[in-house]
């Protein structure tokens, strides 16, 4: 990870005391999670992304899961008040995405 990649993933943790999580394509299904942002490093495609009220993320964002393409550098969030608890990057892709989570809950 570049360093300019791993400040701004600090900074939108809120100073990087809680360490972001990468997720590429080997990881499988990644689920139980509370991630605040997820951060796309390496355009990717996926094949879940679910909020914490169980909606469809990908759907919300009219993005087809395993056709449409999250850009390097794009920055998402569940909405006021949710975290994102699944997602899964498109098996055989080289998309890297990063699961973010706020250092305090005052962010």
Request: charged letters at 15%; zero cysteines.
């Amino acid at each position: 990870m570049s360093v300019q990649i791993k400040q701004l993933l600090d900074a939108l943790a809120g100073g990087g005391s809680v360490p972001p999580v990468r997720i590429a394509a080997g990881d499988g299904a990644i689920t139980a999670k509370a991630y605040d942002r997820i951060y796309v490093d390496t355009a990717a495609k996926l094949t879940t992304l679910t909020a914490s009220d169980d909606s469809n993320l990908l759907t919300l964002m009219s993005v087809t899961a395993d056709t449409d393409v999250l850009p390097a550098g794009f920055i998402f969030g569940a909405g006021e008040g949710l975290t994102i608890k699944a997602i899964t990057v498109q098996t055989g892709t080289t998309g890297v995405v990063w699961g973010i989570t706020y250092a305090s809950s005052s962010v």
